[in-house]
């Protein structure tokens, strides 16, 4: 491989990455306007991103199978396509109801991106320099959020909402022109492969009942889902309560991504010194006093709109430490079904999210304390489930009988 070839398919795999960061974050300044466009509400144009959200979550668990039963490029040219005309039915939607169901369809296809990207790295780069590549794609995502909003904002004052999804669509079709000249094929079909619920739902069922996956993945998967709370949310208090343009918005959100990447690049060296539980159990900690703070000063009028930047600012400089650190515990006790771990893991994630965005918009007051309100349960929720499943699990080693075998990897 050339140098200029490893740049070009960085380039294209970095693209894929951020399909589904830039579907989630550069509408979201849109949301009034959509809101007003199709004569609807506010909690109804959030229940848009929760459809995303949920299409992530079941497309993980669908593409792992298929990239390897069929390679690499057949899914994700089906993927982008699907996502590509599924944005075009975003921009021309007449109703809350198909811009709904036109996210939800763009999520299942979208998501091919990331997945395809993860498993081409392994497919393409050797050994030693595999976890460079997976560093450099980790860098972009966490970019993205910090520049979606903004092109969000800009393109919806000087076009329209509209003009969002078209620009997907563009970027998704120079995106498909690229793979087919410039990104080899990666691992050829196994027609090997079982495709059959019963073959796949097996390996998802073995994962399951490990008592550390299964812990961490619900600590991760609930605590990490603030950040919905917010996306959900954010576009509504700032806008709407707080009265800031659109461009204003995506600075703001541009500034909050500053907390959620800058504390990752911390972690391996709070590893240096504490175990990965021990960081968890003490960011949670944090987040939670930080949370009850938020919610308590909201709800007393203490936080202007400078105020409130600053508790949630503060409040997820958490999510960067708790993330990584809960992945790499769900996923320790796994060799040979850490595929399987990794898509039950993301979809999980994905999933609650959809569930915290929601519940965000059924709250939906004209207020700032159902955003506020969800974000700090989720991470008391995940700082409940992590004190008591230590408990469980130390129980059952403390108590197990001598002729049963040690599975669990002790907390």
Not at 189 to 213: C, E, M, N, W, Y
Request: glycine content about 10%; some cysteine.
């Amino acid at each position: 491989m050339t140098r200029r070839q490893h740049f070009v398919i960085i380039l294209i795999l970095g693209a894929l990455s951020t399909v589904s960061p830039f579907s989630i974050d550069m509408y979201l300044p849109g949301f009034p306007a959509i809101a007003r466009d199709l004569h609807t509400s506010i909690s109804q144009v959030q229940l848009s991103l929760t459809a995303y959200l949920v299409g992530i979550s079941i497309g993980q668990l669908l593409y792992g199978p298929l990239l390897d039963r069929y390679g690499r490029k057949r899914p994700l040219y089906a993927g982008l396509v699907v996502y590509l005309l599924a944005s075009i039915g975003c921009a021309f939607s007449t109703s809350i109801e198909t811009l709904i169901a036109m996210r939800l369809l763009q999520a299942l296809g979208g998501c091919v991106g990331l997945v395809a990207a993860q498993a081409l790295v392994r497919d393409l780069f050797p050994v030693s320099q595999i976890a460079q590549v997976f560093s450099l794609l980790i860098l972009v995502i966490a970019v993205s959020p910090m520049i979606a909003p903004t092109i969000g904002g800009y393109a919806t004052v000087a076009f329209g909402w509209h003009s969002i999804f078209l620009i997907l669509a563009v970027i998704t079709a120079f995106m498909l022109v690229g793979i087919y000249f410039a990104l080899p094929d990666g691992r050829q079909p196994d027609a090997s492969l079982s495709l059959r619920p019963q073959a796949v739902l097996g390996s998802f069922l073995t994962v399951i009942k490990q008592p550390q996956f299964l812990i961490y993945t619900l600590v991760g998967g609930i605590a990490t889902s603030a950040p919905f709370a917010y996306l959900a949310g954010s576009s509504d208090v700032f806008m709407n309560i707080y009265h800031a343009s659109a461009q204003e918005y995506g600075w703001i959100f541009a500034l909050m991504t500053i907390p959620l990447v800058a504390p990752t690049q911390l972690n391996r060296f709070f590893l240096k010194r504490y175990s990965s539980e021990q960081i968890i159990l003490v960011t949670l900690t944090y987040q939670s006093v930080v949370g009850l703070l938020m919610v308590l000063g909201t709800w007393a009028g203490w936080f202007g709109e400078v105020g409130l930047i600053g508790m949630l600012f503060l409040f997820l400089a958490g999510q960067g430490v708790t993330g990584p650190n809960a992945a790499a515990l769900s996923l320790a006790p796994f060799t040979r079904h850490a595929g399987s771990a990794a898509a039950l893991m993301g979809s999980f994630r994905m999933g609650f999210g959809a569930l915290v965005s929601a519940t965000v918009s059924f709250l939906h007051n004209n207020t700032a304390i159902p955003m506020v309100g969800v974000m700090t349960g989720c991470v008391v929720g995940g700082l409940a489930v992590l004190l008591i499943g230590q408990r469980v699990v130390q129980y059952r080693l403390t108590h197990r009988s001598s002729h049963e075998p040690l599975t669990e990897v002790v907390l």
